[in-house]
């Protein structure tokens, strides 16, 4: 793994003027770049061949970096190329999901927004679950072994795949019947997870080491695909019955009850305490707790996404909450940008970069 005091000694020969803000070319890197450019910085754009026009499209980019596939940021070469420029990676979903945070640790030597050993404990079920456990938030019931099931279940795989692969059954024997189908390996990892009726909820916050604040900016629900399509439906296929999948195709926004938005900041409080504790320095800048909130007014969560998140493309000039906390237009993409420069401007990039 590389050491927070190896990431220091690369920044220790920074040019703090002339810092470039960069990201893979996907997720939300659109957001970014502009978050980037309204904070001041230089940004530039890494595109797998192919992609490179949407972001020439949008000219938000400074500079757009093309590679025939993403791993190569993490050739030395290639890293050479991006420390000579200043730069600091901000990860987003595809940027963990693409260079796999193994490799992030182990390999990746260019300075990265936020604290990488979170993405070990985000990606890892066992480790997430335990820090869910620690801060205190109500998760759904889990089954160790598909014998057990006696409800609904979803059966979940790792990684951040946007909800692909996702499956559902409701008793050990249509359990067996979908893994056969699947044609999955007996070795496949995968976590049964009691599945929760309610309300979704994607609350997007923001923890900032320079105040010791936690801040909401922003909340979305996801509109999945095909679950929300046969939702629709339901009258009419009741007679038929299509495998519902959960694959992530856009993003809705929302508000919740004002009389919520207490026990949405208590989770995420405990979220940041907690991980200070599991991984010091803890959870630094954008992350999500993925929740569903049921008839009760009864918050359950299945997952923390330690780093910026899709849903946060909503708003990308501000959103209702944002909006109470700044008198300007704040995106997550922009909020990233503004922690880089308040840091610089205390001498401080150290606490907010590994």
């Known amino acids: 793994m590389i050491a927070q005091s190896e990431i220091n000694g690369i920044m220790d020969g920074y040019d703090p003027k002339r810092i470039t803000i960069a990201t893979l070319g996907s997720h939300t890197a659109l957001q970014i770049l502009k978050g980037a450019r309204d904070e001041g910085f230089k940004n530039m754009v890494i595109c797998k061949k192919g992609t490179e026009d949407l972001y020439r499209q949008f000219g938000l980019a ?12 993490l050739e030395r070469e290639f890293q050479e190329r991006l420390l000579k420029q200043n730069a ?19 390999e990746l030597a260019v300075p990265m927004f936020g604290n990488r050993t979170v993405l070990n404990w985000e990606s890892d079920r066992g480790k997430e679950r335990e820090w869910m456990e620690r801060a205190g938030l109500r998760l759904p019931l889990e089954f160790k072994d598909p014998g057990d099931i006696d409800r609904l279940v979803i059966v979940k795989f790792p990684g951040a795949k946007g909800g692909k ?41 923001f923890y900032s080491p320079l105040t010791d604040r936690v801040e909401l900016l922003s909340m979305d629900i996801r509109y999945e695909s095909n679950i929300d399509g046969i939702a629709r439906l339901s009258y009419i296929l009741q007679d038929s019955h299509p495998e519902p999948s959960f694959v992530v195709t856009g993003n809705l926004p929302v508000v919740i009850r004002e009389s919520l938005l207490p026990r949405v900041l208590e989770m995420g409080q405990k979220v940041i305490e907690t991980s200070r504790a599991l991984f010091n320095p803890g959870l630094i800048g954008p992350f999500c707790i993925e929740t569903v909130c049921t008839e009760d007014l009864a918050f359950i969560a299945f997952e923390i996404s330690a780093r910026i998140v899709a849903g946060t493309n909503l708003y990308i000039n501000g959103s209702p909450y944002s909006q109470l906390l700044y008198q300007e237009p704040m995106s997550s993409g922009r909020r990233i940008s503004r922690e ?13 970069v590994y």
Do not use: C, M, W
């Not at 901000?90 to 193994?102: A, C, K, Q, R, T």
């Not at 880089?340 to 907010?352: D, H, R």
């Open 62 to 73: 400074d500079e757009v970096l093309t590679v025939e596939k993403y791993t190569q940021v």
């Open 165 to 205: 692969g996702y499956i559902l059954a409701g008793n050990p024997n249509e359990f067996e019947q979908k893994h056969k189908e699947l044609e999955l390996s007996d070795k496949e990892e995968f976590t049964l997870q009691e599945y929760v009726i309610g309300t979704r909820f994607y609350p997007h916050y």
């Open 88 to 106: 600091i990676l901000i990860p987003h979903g595809s940027f963990v999901e693409y260079l796999s945070p193994i490799r992030i640790e182990n």
């Open 340 to 352: 880089i420069k308040e840091a610089l401007n205390l001498n401080s990039l150290k606490a907010v």
